[in-house]
């Protein structure tokens, strides 16, 4: 079956909780999550920790959700441009009341699901609303 | 890519044979069945000997997963008593328009004559939240589907950018799946033979919103094999004519929010333009076309990143090409590793004038549209006759 490891979320940890991504030292195009090459052919890619604060640009609520989120009932999906200028799709979080595109939103940590017979808490950023 | 070098026949890839199963729940059939019977039929349409099949490609994505069967290339050999070379080839959603690529090469490479392409996919085994979990390898798995992304979530994006951008009512979006669905009730091999409304789309469960589960295609068991062979070989069988004209494939970042665009599908257009180079048409000389409606979205994007039409409102109404003439995906059913294999099964059919009461008169040019992921990996065939 699918279930993998907790060692499998242990090594995304840097890019999980504190949004760790990539610049190119050549031409500054930044990546989420990292890469090891970059368009423009340069290798030396930059480790870069993304502020998480950005804008909502799209969204959708996943009512028929994947196995591990399936407790979950429904889950809040984004497309969220950071201030940093990349895009990036995070969970939605504390969405009371209407969502609306444009939304400034924030990064926090939180429990995103258990995984295995040990139920192993898997945590990472989910964002909510910059009030 | 696959370069088909030149408009030169005797550089084209004959199609010998063609056949599919049912597409649907089909409970009574394991995998391996599934390879059997669309095998049988395509042997059965092309009238080539065992003995004459030198190599087997089988094109699956989540086998070991939903069955727990994998080296399934050896499986497809040994259903035929064969023993020749075999192998699986898994791109997503498009491993069957990937394995039809990959059995083009082995033959204008010469180490093969006759190939056998077989898609397959049994996916109604499983709890449809963990078929939801597994397709999400299509994409970048540990970040996307950690946060609760499912693969109609991300169309579920895609769609509110694209409407919002072009100004595309829900009620315009639901028409996809209400014309497919109209074209697959004539279709006996369908999973879903059932026409429906718009006001039915409106009101279906919610999946992924603004998706509900009548934009979305169904989770479906089948399989699909063509018989693809040399023209030195082909000329000296009873063959019809039909030929893979060109043969091209492009690939786009698995993260879809890396991509330049989200209302665009840049792997299409890359692999169409140079389909249509190849073959030296246009998209204006395509009769019809089977186009990957995995989600009413990827139909409507699609067609423009094909050249059928501006994006927007125009992609709403196109008369010529004739697409998903029996169904597409939303109808005929989506049983991943198959559907590239059957979308060109169809318009082998439809070029031969043997459609059934899903026939449209006159066409002669068709196009396939094979995508896996969104819009991460796609192949495009053009088919002709001599």
Known sequence: MLAKSSVSSWRLYKERYLLQGGKCSKCKRLFYPKVHLCLCGCREILK?????????????QVMSPSWEFKSQGAVFVGLIELIEGILIIGQLSDTTGQITIGTKVMAVLRKIYTMGKEDIINYGLVFIPDI | MTKIKNNNIKNKIAILGVGSTQYGELWHYGIGDLIAQAQIKALDDSGVNLKEIDNIYVANMCGEIFSGQAHLGALASNILGLSVPAARIEAACASGGVAIMSGIQAILSGMSQVVMVTGVEKMTDVDPAYAATALMGAGLFDYEHFTGATFPALFGL????????????????????????????????????KEITVQDVLRATVIASPLTLLDCAPISDGASTVILSSYDFARKKNWDGFYIASCASATDTLALAQRESLLEFKATQKASALAYSQARITPKDIDIAEVHDAFSTSEIISRHDLGFCAPGAQALNIKRPVINSTGGLKSRGH?????????????????????????IPGVKVGLTHNMGGAGVTVVVNIIRGI
Request: aromatic residues 6%; glycine residues 10%; proline residues 3%.
């Open chain 2, 335 to 359: 049983p991943v590793g198959a559907t590239g294999v059957g979308q060109l099964v169809d318009i082998v059919n439809q070029l031969r004038g043997t459609a059934g009461q899903c026939q």
């Open chain 1, 48 to 60: 870069i920790n993304f502020s998480g604060k950005g804008i909502l640009k799209s969204y959708t």
């Open chain 2, 158 to 193: 895609i769609t509110r950018l694209y409407t919002e951008k072009y100004k595309i009512t829900r009620e315009q979006l639901a028409q996809i799946s209400v014309k497919n669905h109209a074209n697959g009730v004539k279709n006996p091999l369908a999973h879903i033979r």
